[in-house]
């Protein structure tokens, strides 16, 4: 009976606000996970919900989730989400409202290793990194430019259709808004299919775009075509936040005033009420099993085969809820304090090894990337270390590096760190795109990152959750799944 009295206080509550009128806000509303769709979300629920909204996010781990840091020798690194790309409005945006600086750029050249040799070298003269380019690979990599510059001049328009106020229940329904179906189609063709279609040659795809993949999302070519939006990182600006990429997420959530509660959310139950949905979120922490009711749920986490950790179930739909989403990629990161070994890249002298980040194709197999990294906060004195010098090195491998491995990168090292991130979706382990929409006011975020991952599509799926929630509430359906947009768009300007 104990049990009993939260949900009839609840009920009570609900009626309670639809006897006041089907303008009222919802009473409280649930966000699970704090990384950067969660503390997003919850900032846009308050934009659009007003402030006297209760918001609670459950978070089982860290606030920042694949935003983190490594502490090495009293100086702290990435250790998830490294940058952004100039486009990220959205995380812009965030880093202006929170007034947070960008962190100083230290220039470092770039190369890709093939296992043997380095495939390409990066210079100091841009004239002549693109004389290089040319000579190997003929226009291949104006090819890919254009291509990309498409993809992305049809993405950015999220950006004007979310400042109207529109949102999308599904996955499809987002991609078909702005490129038709061509995004759509995108989803269901390999990187490789796509590029050879427009021209780029399959040497430069074995050589560079795998070797970019690898680096992005620890994938080959064979991934679709939509995701590799992480190729526009290639050749744009890339920025990252002062004092750790994490800010933004503590930041948000500070400014929303959400109540942040320590546990793992075990299941979501619907229950129903004058036709109205009412969600009971049931939790344990350290203290026990507890559980609360909410007018709106926000699932802000992967929820996939894979992850033991995220058993969250749902009981009393109707459909049931399809909570098994596919496979994740695992990556593993690995600090390294301690000395390169660039004799293993050819530089038996390591005082004339020049590359600060090194990219590899599928062959080693073993790593994908390898870093000269810089500490989150850079002072103005700051110098990248010399190649012969003792440097912190983030190595990206799809397993843990074993000692050989390690000895095979490093002539000597102080100390290893390692995080180990279920960091992407396995693309091609789902058949479908996922809907954000599970029920009328449950919804799952993190449904777009299995069309692209990054961290700014985690802020626009944010947007369109949070959009989604608000007209559903108020039943503004004409600003919901609606087709040729960019015509509406520039009527309403």
């Given amino acids: 009976m104990a049990r009993a009295a939260p949900l009839l206080a609840a009920l009570t509550a609900l009626l309670a606000a639809a006897a006041a009128g089907g303008d009222a806000p919802p009473g409280k509303i649930a966000v699970v996970g704090a990384g950067i769709g969660g503390s997003a979300v919850a900032h846009f629920l308050q934009q659009h919900f007003g402030p006297r909204v209760q918001i609670d996010v459950y978070e089982k781990g860290t606030v920042g989730g694949r935003l983190a840091t490594i502490s090495v020798n009293k100086q702290h690194y990435e250790s998830g989400a490294a940058s952004f790309h100039s486009l990220s409005l959205h995380m812009q945006d965030f880093v202006k409202l929170l007034g947070l600086r960008h962190r100083r750029e230290v220039v470092g050249r770039s190369a890709i290793f093939g296992g043997e040799h380095f495939m390409l070298e990066e210079t100091d003269w841009y004239l002549l990194n693109l004389f290089r380019l040319w000579w190997h690979y003929g226009i291949s990599f104006l090819r890919l430019q254009m291509w990309v510059e498409e993809v992305m001049e049809k993405f950015m328009r999220i950006y004007k259709y979310q400042a109207h106020g529109y949102a999308f229940s599904g996955v499809e329904e987002l991609l078909y808004s702005l490129g038709e179906s061509t995004f759509v189609n995108m989803t269901q063709h390999s990187v490789a299919e796509s590029l050879l279609q427009v021209g780029v040659t399959q040497r430069f795809i074995d050589d560079v775009v795998s070797a970019v993949l690898r680096a992005s999302y620890g994938q080959s070519a064979a991934m679709p075509a939509f995701a590799a939006m992480s190729l526009a990182g290639a050749q744009g600006s890339l920025w990252s936040v002062e004092g750790g990429n994490k800010l933004v997420c503590s930041g948000l959530l500070k400014l929303t005033k959400a109540n942040v509660i320590h546990a793992t959310v075990t299941s979501v139950t619907l229950h129903s009420t004058e036709g109205k949905a009412l969600y009971q979120v049931a939790y344990e922490n350290e203290v026990g099993n507890s559980s609360d009711f909410y007018d709106i749920v926000v699932i802000a986490t992967p929820l996939h085969l894979d992850n ?102 490093f002539r000597s090292y102080y100390s290893v760190q390692t995080a180990e991130w279920q960091a992407h979706p396995l693309y091609g382990s789902r058949p479908t795109l996922p809907r954000f929409a599970l029920h009328d006011q449950l919804f799952y975020l993190n449904a777009l990152e299995w069309a692209a991952s990054s961290v700014e599509v985690m802020a626009v799926a944010a947007k369109n959750v949070a959009l989604l929630a608000y007209n559903r509430w108020y039943q503004d359906l004409d600003k919901i799944d609606q087709k040729d947009l960019m015509h509406k768009v520039k009527t309403e300007l």
């Fill in 308 to 409: 033991s950790s995220s058993n969250l179930t749902f009981a009393g739909f109707h459909p049931p809820i399809d909570d098994v989403q596919g496979s994740f990629q695992p990556t593993v990161v690995s600090l390294v304090h301690g000395y390169l070994n660039s004799s293993y890249f050819g530089f038996p002298d390591p005082k004339l090894f020049p590359f600060a980040n090194i990219l590899t194709t599928d062959f080693p197999s073993f790593f994908c990337t390898l870093d000269n990294i810089c500490p989150v906060n850079i002072s103005a004195s700051f110098r990248r270390k010399q190649p012969q010098e003792a440097a912190v090195w983030r190595v990206q491998s799809p397993k843990p590096l074993f000692r050989t491995q390690l000895k095979t990168l």
